[in-house]
C-alpha cells in the first residue's frame, strides 16, 4: 500500500518542496526537530532499507549528493548536519516509504540518547 510519500510525489498532498529530479524528492519535514529538517525519499516506492536492490543504486547514492548540495543552500555545510535512514520497528521507521532525513541548523548532541 502506498504511503503519505506517494502522495507527495503525485501532488496529491502539498509539501514544501526543496528539490526535485527524476530519481529524488526533497521536502521540508511536517513536523522539524530541528532549525533544518528536510526528508529525502526515492521516487520509487521503497518500503525500507531492507527492501532495496542493485536496480535503486543510483537513487540511494543521490540521495546522499542531494542532502549536501542542500545542506549548502541552507547554509549548515560547514557547521554540520546529520544524516538519517530509519528502519522498522527498532529504527522508530513511522513512514514505510524509505527516507533519509537531514537535520541541521543547530549542534544536534549526541548520535543516541544514553542508557540510564
Ligand atoms: P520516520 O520516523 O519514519 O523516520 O520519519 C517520518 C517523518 O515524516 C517524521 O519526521 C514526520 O514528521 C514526517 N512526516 C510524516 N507525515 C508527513 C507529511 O505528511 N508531510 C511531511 N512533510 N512530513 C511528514
Known amino acids: ?3 503519505i ?3 507527495i510525489i503525485a501532488r496529491e498532498i502539498p509539501a514544501d518542496i526543496v528539490y526535485e529530479d ?3 524528492l526533497a521536502f521540508r519535514d511536517i513536523a522539524p526537530q530541528a532549525p533544518v529538517h528536510i526528508l529525502l525519499i526515492p521516487k ?3 518500503a525500507t532499507a531492507n527492501d ?3 536496480v535503486d543504486e543510483a537513487a540511494l547514492g543521490r540521495l546522499v549528493r542531494v542532502a549536501a548540495k ?3 543552500s541552507e547554509g549548515i555545510a560547514e557547521d554540520g548536519y546529520r544524516l538519517i535512514i530509519n528502519c522498522n520497528e527498532h529504527g522508530g521507521q513511522e513512514v514505510f516509504h524509505l527516507h533519509m532525513h537531514l537535520l541541521g541548523g543547530r549542534h544536534l548532541g549526541p548520535m543516541l540518547a544514553r542508557r540510564q
Open 1 to 3: 500500500m502506498s504511503s
Open 70 to 72: 542542500i545542506a549548502a
Open 22 to 24: 527524476e530519481l529524488v
Open 44 to 46: 520509487r516506492e521503497i
Open 52 to 54: 532495496t536492490g542493485p
Open 5 to 7: 510519500f506517494a502522495k
